[in-house]
């Protein structure tokens, strides 16, 4: 009787190590689970509503290793915050924008912001809970505003090419391009249930969409073109 009850143990106590170090050995791998959960909570619930105990339960880690990475709360919703904006620059990085001729590449541009917020509804959702907060911790990152260092020159090496061509007219502001593609794109997603309900409209149809795709395109391309 004994033999067999020792043996469980002993099964159990090595079992139970292998468990944590496979988790604690991966330290990237941990992290990367944390925040792309992390950042579901917060979109759906903001700083003030999302809650590190449900955050370790749905990761199966503890607040202590959260606390352990990220220092707090606010830490962890900040490193987020810096992650969703890293990776939608990473892929504008990779749209070889200077290979096109100077409008195809704008429209490429607008319609990669456009289906970007589309299909990532919580970064939109992050972006507005941070403008909830006046921005308080996006000012903490210094990260975040290199990231968009990059972005603006392309848009700039991009306006000036064609203004250069004969394309686009003179006089318009890189950052303002910014801001005017970001808007319309924006706006279809994080007004999309007020808007939808009030004009009795389906936003999310493949009709509306890909509609609305197209007329921000030529908004833009035409705001831009030269006359």
Not at 20 to 42: C, G, L, W, Y
Not at 109 to 129: K, P, S, W
Not at 192 to 210: N, P
Request: net charge positive.
């Amino acid at each position: 009787m004994n033999e067999p009850v020792h043996s469980q143990a002993s099964a159990r106590r090595r079992i139970a190590p292998a468990r944590e170090t496979t988790r604690t050995n991966d330290p990237e791998r941990t992290k990367a689970n944390i925040m792309e959960v992390a950042a579901s909570e917060f979109g759906e619930k903001g700083l003030a509503g999302a809650r590190i105990d449900e955050i370790a339960a749905l990761t199966q880690t503890s607040k202590r290793m959260i606390y352990y990475y990220f220092g707090s709360k606010e830490g962890l919703y900040l490193a987020v915050l810096e992650e969703s904006y890293k990776r939608v620059r990473h892929i504008e990085s990779e749209l070889h924008l200077q290979d096109l001729e100077p409008e195809q590449a704008l429209r490429r541009l607008v319609a990669f912001t456009f289906d970007h917020h589309l299909q990532h509804e919580n970064y939109i959702r992050l972006v507005m809970n941070e403008n909830i907060n006046r921005g308080q911790f996006l000012a903490q990152s210094q990260h975040i505003q290199e990231l968009n260092v990059p972005a603006i020159a392309a848009i700039k090496q991009l306006y000036e090419r064609g203004v250069k061509a004969g394309v686009f007219r003179r006089g318009l502001d890189p950052v303002d391009i910014h801001a005017s593609i970001s808007a319309l794109s924006f706006f279809n997603v994080s007004n999309q249930h007020t808007f939808g309900l009030i004009f009795k409209i389906d936003m999310k149809s493949a009709a509306y969409v890909a509609h609305r795709r197209d007329s921000v395109i030529e908004m833009i391309v035409r705001f831009m073109r030269a006359l």
